[in-house]
Structures are given as structure tokens and as C-alpha cells.
């Protein structure tokens, strides 16, 4: 398939308004000495590619995201071996290797987004070359899988990524979408153009109430776990954690929580998001017998830091775009709770 006439054939719709492109300035958590570089925020004519570097996703079933991205005033590029399958992989490791290495490296590739989670990424983080990433960064997109990717760049590189949905999240029909939906879609391209981010959440009443400012960091509760004690390994220190995921146990959630809570992430933070968490139901007869909040509310009882609960992020349909790595400001009041990029 000649990949630019594809691309060429699919409908662009009006551009979205342009927010200038420009570099941020590094920000200073008031709890770390942590700096992060921002990529440049995206422009009217910049270009997204398209990589599927973890699970397989069919090219036709990219279509959707790459005519709304381009509806966005954006060009979209698709990586050479996206639309491959290896088994459960997009691609064999090497053409997967291939693909990210590329888009890496590529100038004129201004964001990343990925074309699903599934799982592959901790398969070939090592043979990726960063060089010239941290010279001309770009917004790598996704979540899930995508997370060993944040936590590697965030942890070696100091630069800022999007935790967010990815096109395999895309509705097929625009015009049919959902009003939540198109917030959590929209959500991205905001993110991308630097306008403002500022979510809310209702009250719970397990949430901690407090105030905290700082770099916002997390994502994938199992991947997280996963990669500790790795090159990749997240590093939490003064940060806001922000944790997620999808098909556990109650018991393997404690076991990841026991895992955060041993390796010292929960030690020194700013402030603590939990996502969504689908759970898989226990088997009857060996009910765990503890809910998400008396897990997390255990493992942080030491700790004074706030604790927000039920956050519209993770694997649901309120996964509203977060942007790893930027300074933030999280609010936990009897009201509910907020969470602001600054």
C-alpha cells in the first residue's frame, strides 16, 4: 500500500484554531528540585505520527483518529509497519523497534500518538536510542501499555509526555459520539496546543482533602509495578502520582499497592490521584473482602499528603487527557476535587 495516497485519500475537515508553538519553560515543583523540559506545543500544519509499538491494530481501524486529527488542522504520518501483525504485537519487535526509532528521530514528526495498548512496549524500551529525542522532543501520546514509555522518558530524560486515549479510542462516527466522548477526544488536542488543562471530580468519601503543587507523574498501576527496579523504573519523589488500571483482582491491586508502598513511591509525595479501576470479580467463595479505597487508604495511612479518588482517568470512557511531567496543582475539598496544569 503506498502509505501517502492513502493518507491523501482519507476527507480533512476545517482546521481547528492554532495555538502557537513554543518551547515552555522548565517548571519547578515546590516539592522537588526535579525540572522537566516541554516539548513545543503543536500548531496548525504540525505532524502527528501514527505507531503501533505495543498491541495490533488494522489500518482501517486507524482510519477514524487519523480523519479527526487532520479535521484538527494537523498531517498525520503512519509509521511503515503499523497495520503489522506479529500474534498479539503490532509488528514483530524489530519492526516495532523500527517504527518508534523512526518517529523518534524524525524532525518533522512533531507528537506521537499510539494506536493501542495491549502489551509489547517493556519488550523493546532497551533498544530504543534517545539522542536525538532529547535534543528535538516531541509529545509522545497513549496510555496503558504506552506507560512504560512515560515512565522511561520521564525517569532518564526529564521530558514531559500525554497520558491519554489513543485511536483505538476514537469513535468510528464523529456525529454519533457521546458528549463524553468528544470531552476526553478533545481533551488531546487541547493538551497538544498548550491550552489549559483543569479537571474535576466529584467528592468521595474516602478522598484526603489538601492542596498540592507539583509535577504530575503515573499511569498504568501494573506497569508501574512491572518496572521497578529497572532503567525505567518511576521515579515519584516529591510528585503528584496519578495511578490507573484495568482486569484485576482486588488481591493483585494489593499486592501492587504493598509494591509501591516497600519500594518508597508512596513515601515522599505531593499528592495521590486514583483513576479508574475496572475490576475483575472475585471468585466465590475466596472474596478478597476490601474495596479499592480501604487498599489505598491503608498503604498511605502514614502519609498527610491529599488523596483524590474516582479521577476521570484510565481504562473507561472518562480518560481524559494528563500531561506527565508539568507542573500541577491538585485541590481535595469537601467539594471534590481538581486537578489544574500551571
Same mark, same amino acid.
Given at each position: 500500500?503506498?502509505?501517502?495516497?492513502?493518507?491523501?485519500?482519507?476527507?480533512?475537515?476545517?482546521?481547528?484554531?492554532?495555538?502557537?508553538?513554543?518551547?515552555?519553560?522548565?517548571?519547578?515543583?515546590?516539592? *522537588?528540585?526535579?525540572?522537566?523540559?516541554?516539548?513545543?506545543?503543536?500548531?496548525?500544519?504540525?505532524? +502527528?505520527? +501514527?505507531? *503501533?509499538?505495543?498491541?495490533?491494530?488494522?489500518?482501517?481501524?486507524?482510519?477514524?483518529?487519523?480523519?479527526?486529527?487532520?479535521?484538527?488542522? !494537523?498531517?498525520?504520518? #503512519?509509521?511503515?509497519?503499523?497495520? $503489522?501483525?506479529?500474534?498479539?504485537?503490532?509488528?514483530?519487535?524489530?519492526?516495532?523497534?523500527?517504527?518508534?526509532?523512526?518517529?523518534?528521530?524524525?524532525?518533522?514528526?512533531?507528537?506521537?500518538?499510539?494506536?493501542?495498548?495491549?502489551?509489547?512496549?517493556?519488550? +523493546?524500551?532497551?533498544?530504543?536510542?534517545?539522542? $536525538?529525542?532529547?535534543?528535538?522532543?516531541?509529545?509522545?501520546?497513549?496510555?496503558?501499555?504506552?506507560?512504560?514509555?512515560?515512565?522511561?522518558?520521564?525517569?532518564? !530524560?526529564? #521530558?514531559?509526555?500525554?497520558?491519554?486515549?489513543?485511536?483505538?479510542?476514537?469513535?468510528?462516527?464523529?456525529? $454519533?459520539?457521546?458528549?463524553?466522548?468528544?470531552?476526553?477526544?478533545?481533551?488531546?488536542?487541547?493538551?497538544?496546543?498548550?491550552?489549559? +488543562?483543569?479537571?474535576?471530580?466529584?467528592?468521595?468519601?474516602?478522598?484526603?482533602?489538601?492542596?498540592?503543587?507539583?509535577?504530575?507523574?503515573?499511569?498504568?498501576?501494573?506497569?508501574?509495578?512491572?518496572?521497578?527496579?529497572?532503567?525505567?523504573?518511576?521515579?515519584?519523589?516529591?510528585?503528584?502520582?496519578?495511578?490507573?488500571?484495568?482486569?484485576?483482582?482486588?488481591?493483585?491491586?494489593?499486592?501492587?499497592?504493598?509494591?509501591? $508502598?516497600?519500594?518508597?513511591?508512596?513515601?515522599?509525595?505531593?499528592?495521590?490521584?486514583?483513576?479508574?479501576?475496572?475490576?475483575?470479580?472475585?471468585?466465590?467463595?475466596?472474596?478478597?473482602?476490601?474495596? #479499592?479505597?480501604?487498599?489505598?487508604?491503608?498503604?498511605?495511612?502514614?502519609?498527610?499528603?491529599?488523596?483524590?479518588?474516582?479521577?476521570?482517568?484510565?481504562?473507561?470512557?472518562?480518560?481524559?487527557?494528563?500531561?506527565?511531567?508539568?507542573?500541577?496543582?491538585?485541590?481535595?475539598?469537601?467539594?471534590?476535587?481538581?486537578?489544574?496544569?500551571?
Amino acid at each position: 500500500m503506498n502509505r501517502k495516497r492513502f493518507i491523501s485519500s482519507l476527507v480533512t475537515a476545517g482546521a481547528a484554531l492554532s495555538t502557537p508553538g513554543v518551547w515552555a519553560s522548565a517548571l519547578k515543583s515546590s516539592y *522537588s528540585k526535579t525540572y522537566h523540559k516541554i516539548p513545543p506545543y503543536l500548531k496548525t500544519g504540525d505532524t +502527528i505520527g +501514527i505507531i *503501533s509499538p505495543s498491541g495490533y491494530m488494522s489500518l482501517t481501524a486507524i482510519i477514524p483518529s487519523v480523519q479527526l486529527i487532520q479535521s484538527w488542522g !494537523f498531517k498525520v504520518e #503512519i509509521g511503515d509497519n503499523t497495520g $503489522k501483525k506479529d500474534f498479539i504485537y503490532g509488528g514483530t519487535d524489530e519492526e516495532r523497534v523500527a517504527d518508534l526509532q523512526q518517529m523518534l528521530d524524525n524532525p518533522n514528526i512533531k507528537a506521537v500518538m499510539c494506536a493501542r495498548g495491549g502489551y509489547g512496549l517493556v519488550r +523493546i524500551i532497551d533498544r530504543l536510542d534517545f539522542r $536525538k529525542f532529547k535534543k528535538n522532543p516531541k509529545w509522545i501520546i497513549g496510555f496503558s501499555d504506552i506507560t512504560a514509555l512515560h515512565c522511561h522518558i520521564n525517569r532518564n !530524560f526529564g #521530558i514531559a509526555t500525554l497520558h491519554s486515549k489513543m485511536c483505538n479510542s476514537f469513535p468510528n462516527d464523529w456525529a $454519533k459520539a457521546d458528549d463524553m466522548q468528544i470531552a476526553t477526544i478533545q481533551s488531546i488536542r487541547q493538551a497538544l496546543m498548550g491550552e489549559n +488543562i483543569d479537571y474535576s471530580s466529584p467528592a468521595v468519601a474516602q478522598n484526603r482533602q489538601g492542596t498540592a503543587e507539583a509535577i504530575l507523574t503515573g499511569g498504568n498501576l501494573s506497569l508501574i509495578t512491572t518496572l521497578s527496579g529497572t532503567p525505567s523504573d518511576l521515579d515519584t519523589d516529591g510528585k503528584i502520582l496519578f495511578v490507573e488500571d484495568t482486569h484485576e483482582y482486588l488481591y493483585n491491586i494489593d499486592r501492587m499497592f504493598w509494591n509501591l $508502598k516497600q519500594t518508597g513511591k508512596l513515601s515522599h509525595l505531593a499528592g495521590l490521584i486514583i483513576g479508574g479501576f475496572q475490576l475483575t470479580p472475585d471468585i466465590e467463595s475466596e472474596e478478597f473482602g476490601h474495596t #479499592i479505597y480501604d487498599i489505598v487508604t491503608e498503604k498511605v495511612k502514614d502519609y498527610d499528603y491529599p488523596v483524590c479518588f474516582d479521577f476521570p482517568v484510565g481504562h473507561q470512557k472518562n480518560n481524559f487527557a494528563l500531561k506527565c511531567g508539568v507542573q500541577h496543582v491538585l485541590e481535595v475539598s469537601t467539594d471534590g476535587s481538581t486537578l489544574k496544569a500551571v
